[in-house]
């Protein structure tokens, strides 16, 4: 699977789509007989796509996402289970396979379609529109903070509710009564006099035609959504049991790591391997043309074979290349671009140009962001075995339906050929979703013949990753006399998703924003929140800077631009009551706020910093967030902490930096990370609005940078405008502390 946007998937919805122009429904149906084969064993019956019940009672959900940290699985297992009205103590769950007929359609249709009302007489036809197209697309990807926001309630609630409704109506035919006698709850069915469990009708509740619009519950109907459960993958996690990527192991398996061309996108032009081949242990030397691969009978053979390679690489334009100069380049195409309006546009609201000839001062300001590794704590490894004109791979992914149809592509096989099991990942952030290391593996192995597992160096995950892409962002503001702002514009490079990130959730009558296209050789991959992990620190930074310069409490200054958004308000005043707002501090201390709407949830945070010689010391993080409703309370907190986490590496160290067309960074020296003991207090407040339920891994990362940046403003009166804030020197007077001009 390629590049998933919306974008992508409405296109690919067009042939599907034809099926609604022309009156013919495309309808899902029971697909039982389909799916039973891939997920349903002995004495276990499959209830729908969902769902299935073995003979004594025990209810498994199939969860068409991975696991990576994050406890989607037992999230969403959490909602079919409620709408199934099943024991929790009796709940499991199961990994959907990577098959076809497990593609994600649920997911599809919650992310383009939201919580839009569709008639009831065309559900059935919808649902199957987009179960047809998410087969096409092979959509099975774990991303975009969609497993609750999209799967869930699309797929999860309804597929227990629908499971609940087929057992009842196959109760009420085997009883003899009417369904509306029956009750169900704990995963027993009674009609007051007699009860049975689920399993005792599961048979025929299968062969039953699933409901498209099944009821579902209300709020104040919850059991087991909203409430503190542990998570099903903790236990093995802890034991040391729980299997990822790097520990699958297949009899006969050798080993190999790679060196793949220090220029993106050159190639191999001689390459000597006679001193690999001469040492102990050594299978075989591959050339995979972009990169060359030693395989050996132990990791730390292949790696030391792999450093007495001798490769002479293709040169390219691109090896002229570094940072400066791609900076450069934004920052010339945002220029030229903007002056023969070859604009991208965003949004276009009210007349800019117009306010900007009557203001009374205007405001510019340019922000860059650079180059991110999602340096994830396991490296990039795959286990791949080709024989006999099959694939089988083991790994952990978060495209598991994707990587098997890239896999069969890039081997030239048909997909039904290419088997992937996936494991647990430790981390993935978006880089897990590119198939590379995966068809590495298939490659070598198909190449000696044997079961390759490979594993990546930690150098080689860091400069050879899918980056956060490097970003100049400019901003215009013009203000009245009061100093208020009367039209936002705001000019960046390089878009990808989500459409909505560089937009403002302000009061600001006159907008015009949009990005310029300014490429480089430099390989794109969704890093967490994506887009917002950028524009979150532009635009709050900006609205930090307005506040300044109209000499009001940024605080405040927000608060009256977000008047028409009770919502929004709502969160940004609880952070700012928990974080303690107005509190004293003492000198070089300074506290910072930052909104960010993502992926469906509201977060806003408040950080409070110590600045001393220099160092900045990041004491304590206050969170609201606002998610519609918090499915797993415990687990929406730990997303938060990990977003936090997760921004606060890149905001104050986070950096690739480019030098003759390569990655200059190799290992945690060089990319460093916050560790246990220079981590912050967080603290995590929860709003249930019961608005439409948004996404919580995500929605964490965006706010943290720009609010670090505005305390550390505040303590110091040094404006960051560029990351990672490492660059700047903070060995400041604090007698100018809080000064109001920049």
Same mark, same amino acid.
């Given at each position: 699977?390629?590049?998933?946007?919306?974008?992508?998937?409405?296109?690919?919805?067009?042939?599907?789509?034809?099926?609604?122009?022309?009156?013919?429904?495309?309808?899902?149906?029971?697909?039982?007989?389909?799916?039973?084969?891939?997920?349903?064993?002995?004495?276990?019956?499959?209830?729908?796509?969902?769902?299935?019940?073995?003979?004594?009672?025990?209810?498994t959900?199939?969860?068409?996402?991975?696991?990576?940290?994050?406890?989607?699985?037992?999230?969403?297992?959490?909602?079919?289970?409620?709408?199934?009205?099943?024991?929790?103590?009796?709940?499991?769950?199961?990994?959907?396979?990577?098959?076809?007929?497990?593609?994600?359609?649920?997911?599809?249709?919650?992310?383009?379609?939201?919580?839009?009302?569709?008639?009831?007489?065309?559900?059935?036809?919808?649902d199957?529109?987009?179960?047809?197209?998410?087969?096409?697309?092979?959509?099975?990807?774990?991303?975009?903070?969609?497993?609750?926001?999209?799967?869930?309630?699309?797929?999860?609630?309804?597929?227990?509710?629908?499971?609940?409704?087929?057992?009842?109506?196959?109760?009420?035919?085997?009883?003899?009564?009417?369904?509306?006698?029956?009750?169900?709850k704990?995963?027993?069915?009674?009609?007051?006099?007699?009860?049975?469990?689920?399993?005792?009708?599961?048979?025929?509740?299968?062969?039953?035609?699933?409901?498209?619009?099944?009821?579902?519950?209300?709020?104040?109907?919850?059991?087991?959504?909203?409430?503190?459960?542990?998570?099903?993958?903790?236990?093995?996690?802890?034991?040391?049991?729980?299997?990822?990527?790097?520990?699958?192991?297949?009899?006969g398996?050798?080993?190999?790591?790679?060196?793949?061309?220090?220029?993106?996108?050159?190639?191999?032009?001689?390459?000597? #391997?006679?001193?690999?081949?001469a040492?102990?242990?050594?299978?075989?030397?591959?050339?995979?043309?972009?990169?060359?691969?030693?395989?050996?009978?132990?990791?730390?053979?292949?790696?030391?074979?792999?450093?007495?390679l001798k490769?002479?690489?293709?040169?390219?334009?691109?090896?002229?290349?570094?940072?400066?100069?791609?900076?450069?380049?934004?920052?010339?195409?945002?220029?030229?671009?903007?002056?023969?309006?070859?604009?991208?546009?965003?949004?276009?609201?009210?007349?800019?140009?117009?306010?900007?000839?009557?203001?009374?001062?205007?405001?510019?300001?340019?922000?860059?962001?650079?180059?991110?590794?999602?340096?994830?704590?396991?490296?990039?490894?795959a286990?791949?075995?080709?024989?006999?004109?099959?694939?089988?791979?083991?790994?952990?992914?978060?495209?598991?339906?994707?990587?098997?149809?890239?896999?069969?592509?890039?081997?030239?096989?048909?997909?039904?050929?290419?088997?992937?099991?996936?494991?647990?990942?430790?981390?993935?952030?978006?880089?897990?979703?590119t198939?590379?290391?995966?068809?590495?593996?298939?490659?070598? #192995?198909?190449?000696?013949?044997?079961?390759?597992?490979?594993?990546?160096?930690?150098?080689?995950?860091?400069?050879?990753?899918?980056?956060?892409?490097?970003?100049?962002?400019?901003?215009?503001?013009?203000?009245?006399?009061?100093?208020?702002?009367?039209?936002?514009e705001?000019?960046?490079?390089?878009?990808?998703?989500?459409?909505?990130?560089?937009?403002?959730?302000?009061?600001?009558?006159?907008?015009?924003?949009?990005?310029?296209?300014?490429?480089?050789?430099?390989?794109?991959?969704p890093?967490?929140?994506?887009?917002?992990?950028q524009?979150?620190?532009?635009?709050?930074?900006?609205?930090?800077e307005?506040a300044?310069e109209?000499?009001?409490?940024?605080?405040?200054?927000?608060?009256?631009?977000?008047?028409?958004?009770?919502?929004?308000?709502?969160?940004?005043?609880?952070?700012?009551?928990?974080?303690?707002?107005?509190?004293?501090?003492?000198?070089?201390?300074?506290?910072?706020?930052?909104?960010?709407?993502?992926?469906?949830?509201?977060?806003?945070?408040?950080?409070?910093?110590?600045?001393?010689?220099?160092?900045?010391?990041?004491?304590?993080?206050?969170?609201?967030?606002?998610?519609?409703f918090?499915?797993?309370?415990?687990?929406?907190?730990?997303?938060?902490?990990?977003?936090?986490?997760?921004?606060?590496?890149?905001?104050?160290?986070?950096?690739?930096?480019?030098?003759?067309?390569?990655?200059?960074?190799?290992?945690?020296?060089?990319?460093?990370?916050?560790?246990?003991?220079?981590?912050?207090?967080?603290?995590?407040?929860?709003?249930? #609005?019961?608005?439409?339920w948004g996404?919580?891994?995500?929605?964490?990362?965006?706010?943290?940078?720009?609010?670090?940046?505005?305390?550390?403003?505040?303590?110091?009166?040094?404006r960051?405008?560029?990351?990672?804030?490492?660059?700047?020197?903070?060995?400041?007077?604090?007698v100018?502390?809080?000064?109001? #001009?920049?």
């Amino acid at each position: 699977m390629g590049k998933w946007t919306r974008r992508g998937f409405i296109t690919a919805g067009v042939v599907g789509g034809a099926a609604l122009v022309v009156g013919v429904a495309i309808r899902p149906g029971n697909r039982n007989s389909q799916l039973a084969k891939h997920v349903a064993g002995e004495g276990e019956s499959l209830i729908n796509a969902w769902v299935k019940i073995d003979e004594h009672n025990h209810v498994t959900a199939i969860v068409p996402h991975s696991e990576m940290g994050q406890g989607a699985q037992t999230a969403l297992t959490q909602m079919l289970a409620d709408e199934l009205d099943a024991n929790w103590e009796d709940v499991s769950f199961i990994e959907a396979p990577a098959e076809d007929g497990y593609a994600n359609g649920p997911m599809g249709k919650g992310y383009i379609l939201g919580d839009a009302k569709i008639p009831e007489l065309l559900v059935g036809t919808v649902d199957g529109v987009f179960q047809t197209v998410a087969n096409a697309m092979h959509l099975q990807i774990t991303g975009g903070s969609a497993s609750v926001r999209a799967t869930g309630v699309h797929g999860m609630r309804v597929a227990g509710a629908a499971a609940r409704q087929m057992l009842l109506e196959a109760a009420a035919s085997e009883w003899s009564v009417p369904v509306s006698k029956l009750s169900a709850k704990n995963g027993m069915i009674s009609d007051g006099e007699r009860s049975a469990s689920y399993a005792s009708f599961a048979v025929a509740a299968g062969q039953l035609q699933p409901p498209h619009t099944p009821k579902l519950k209300s709020a104040d109907q919850f059991t087991i959504m909203g409430t503190h459960k542990p998570r099903h993958d903790i236990p093995s996690k802890v034991d040391g049991t729980a299997m990822f990527g790097i520990d699958a192991e297949v009899e006969g398996m050798v080993y190999a790591t790679v060196m793949a061309a220090p220029v993106f996108g050159s190639s191999v032009k001689s390459l000597n #391997s006679d001193d690999a081949n001469a040492m102990s242990g050594v299978v075989d030397v591959v050339n995979l043309d972009d990169a060359v691969a030693v395989v050996a009978d132990s990791y730390w053979t292949a790696k030391k074979a792999l450093a007495t390679l001798k490769v002479e690489w293709q040169q390219t334009g691109a090896a002229m290349l570094d940072s400066d100069k791609i900076f450069s380049q934004f920052q010339n195409d945002i220029s030229s671009n903007v002056a023969a309006g070859k604009v991208n546009s965003d949004r276009e609201e009210g007349d800019a140009a117009a306010a900007f000839k009557n203001a009374n001062r205007i405001v510019e300001r340019e922000y860059r962001v650079p180059y991110l590794a999602h340096a994830c704590m396991e490296p990039m490894n795959a286990l791949a075995l080709v024989a006999d004109g099959k694939c089988e791979v083991w790994t952990g992914t978060q495209n598991p339906l994707g990587f098997r149809h890239e896999i069969a592509a890039a081997l030239q096989f048909d997909a039904e050929n290419v088997t992937v099991n996936n494991f647990y990942m430790g981390g993935g952030f978006g880089r897990r979703a590119t198939a590379d290391a995966a068809i590495q593996a298939a490659k070598i #192995s198909q190449y000696v013949g044997q079961p390759v597992k490979l594993i990546w160096s930690r150098e080689e995950d860091i400069q050879h990753d899918h980056y956060r892409p490097a970003v100049v962002s400019r901003f215009r503001a013009a203000l009245n006399a009061d100093g208020q702002p009367t039209a936002w514009e705001n000019y960046y490079v390089d878009k990808h998703e989500p459409a909505e990130a560089p937009l403002i959730p302000y009061g600001i009558a006159n907008q015009a924003i949009g990005s310029v296209d300014s490429p480089t050789h430099v390989p794109f991959g969704p890093w967490r929140s994506v887009d917002h992990s950028q524009h979150g620190f532009f635009t709050e930074s900006f609205i930090d800077e307005l506040a300044i310069e109209a000499g009001q409490d940024p605080f405040a200054y927000r608060m009256e631009k977000l008047k028409q958004h009770p919502r929004h308000s709502k969160v940004l005043a609880l952070a700012a009551e928990k974080g303690r707002w107005n509190a004293p501090l003492a000198k070089g201390q300074g506290r910072g706020i930052a909104f960010q709407e993502s992926f469906g949830t509201l977060v806003a945070e408040v950080v409070e910093v110590t600045v001393h010689e220099g160092q900045v010391k990041v004491d304590k993080v206050t969170i609201a967030v606002d998610p519609g409703f918090a499915v797993a309370p415990d687990g929406l907190k730990a997303q938060m902490e990990s977003g936090v986490i997760y921004g606060l590496t890149a905001a104050l160290f986070g950096e690739i930096s480019i030098k003759d067309g390569r990655v200059e960074q190799g290992n945690f020296d060089s990319y460093p990370m916050v560790r246990m003991d220079s981590s912050p207090e967080i603290e995590t407040h929860i709003i249930n #609005s019961m608005e439409a339920w948004g996404g919580a891994g995500e929605p964490g990362t965006p706010g943290i940078a720009p609010a670090l940046a505005n305390a550390i403003y505040a303590a110091t009166g040094t404006r960051i405008r560029e990351l990672p804030i490492s660059k700047y020197d903070l060995n400041v007077d604090f007698v100018e502390k809080n000064v109001m #001009s920049t």
